[in-house]
């Protein structure tokens, strides 16, 4: 029930005083209200509960996010690099048995 | 889709991965509050995946989970009446309430209907004008904007077979109960995106500065997740303890104010009790006097139920991040999703749901492909 998720508003019209719409999901479409968003517009994403938008999701910040995303990586690549070989080992707090596996390997 | 796929990235993920290893000098406890962010942290071995030391709690934010037994009562005595039509959402079909549950009581023959918004609740009513139509309106601040609406509604259209069997929680009076526990040991959290999406995080500026605790609101994709417990991780390190946002894309800072006007016009603040966790004060929405008529409580006259918890269920323990499903004797034995005894089993939001899918601790060896793959770290 808590599981809100995005989609694309393909549709937009008014039902007994009520804004209300249709939102594509990947395929799925469903008839969601969209009382709480009166900003949007036809080929926006919203976020989806219970049949209710409850935000605009915003394009640029979406972009950001995963533009910060990957820099990072590549900054930590460079950063690695210049630490030469057996260096990249992880920060593990402690090397008990019982590291998950995933620690064990080098980073790359 | 658009908004989700980019957010699985099995590269990005293990950038972040890495990045955490980096900054982790120490050990650290982190909780996030959202049952769907631990169902994608458990499916995907996010917490594996974690520096040794790093610990992820997994927190009380499972709406169908902390709904008190006593409302799962009135529920099942409400729908049991000839003259009414039940509905709610989904996944509050299985929860166990003392003696039976509602998806039990559908088979014996009461009219239990399961709808996906409550406007589908109203449509029923106004279909169905000889029949008495209630909702069960359970739910964080995510589905308050929903519930409150439907009874708006009802109230502007007249549809007076319609009623609503109340049990709103609300976030951050659950942090600050766990924060002012003496047996705490979060010490930082992923606050939930969707209920930020809604009530904005100004309300979390004095939790974060009265129990000097991170707060970094968080999206529920697995980079959503990564790079919240980096950010976490990051001002943890640094002593710092403040409250930021991961989850831009979705969440302002004040919220939706559309929402919130609606949910206020409908509800008032007042104090709830949480399955397994007990009374907190100021913690739930009740209905405001004026729709009071909307109340299913007051018109099905269901006070004074005597409850009755399972004496082998820990949900209070696992709840409050204070044992794991794998230290109940009777998970995987007893208490399985095809036949819980307590509520975190029967959600997919809930911890034991989330850890009994993911095969732990039940001697299923095949677990869904973690998304950080071992072997794609070497």
Known sequence: ?108 | MKYLDEYRDPVLARKLVAEIRRVTTRPWTIMEVCGGQTHTIVKQGIDESLPHGVRMIHGPGCPVCVTPLEQVDKALAIAARPDVIFTSYGDMLRVPGSTTDLLSLKARGADVRIVYSPLDSLKIALANPDRQVVFFAVGFETTAPANAMAVWQAAQLGIDNFSVLVSHVLVPPAMEALLSSPSNRVQAFLAAGHVCAVMGWNEYYPIAARYHVPIVVTGFEPLDLLEGILMAIVQLEEGRAEVENQYARAVRREGNPLAQETIFRVFEIGDRKWRGVGMIPASGYHLKPEFARFDAERRFHVEGIDTREHPACIAGAILTGEKTPLECTAYGVLCTPQKPLGAPMVSSEGTCAAFYSAGRGIGIEARPLPMVAPEALR
């Not at chain 1, 549709?11 to 990947?26: H, P, T």
């Not at chain 1, 996010?65 to 990249?88: N, V």
């Not at chain 1, 920060?91 to 048995?97: F, G, N, R, Y």
């Open chain 1, 1 to 108: 029930m808590c599981l809100g998720i995005p989609g694309k508003v393909i549709e937009i019209r008014e039902v007994a005083g009520l804004q209300m719409g249709r939102v594509d999901f990947g395929g799925v479409r469903k008839e969601v209200c969209l009382a709480y968003v009166p900003e949007v517009v036809l080929g926006d994403y919203v976020i989806i509960h219970v049949g209710f938008a409850i935000s605009r999701v915003d394009e640029d910040e979406a972009m950001q996010t995963l533009e910060i995303l990957a820099q990072m990586g590549d900054m930590m690549e460079q950063e690695l690099a210049t630490m030469g070989p057996g260096m990249d080992a992880p920060a593990v707090v402690d090397d008990a048995p019982g590291t998950p596996a995933v620690m064990a390997g080098p980073a790359w």
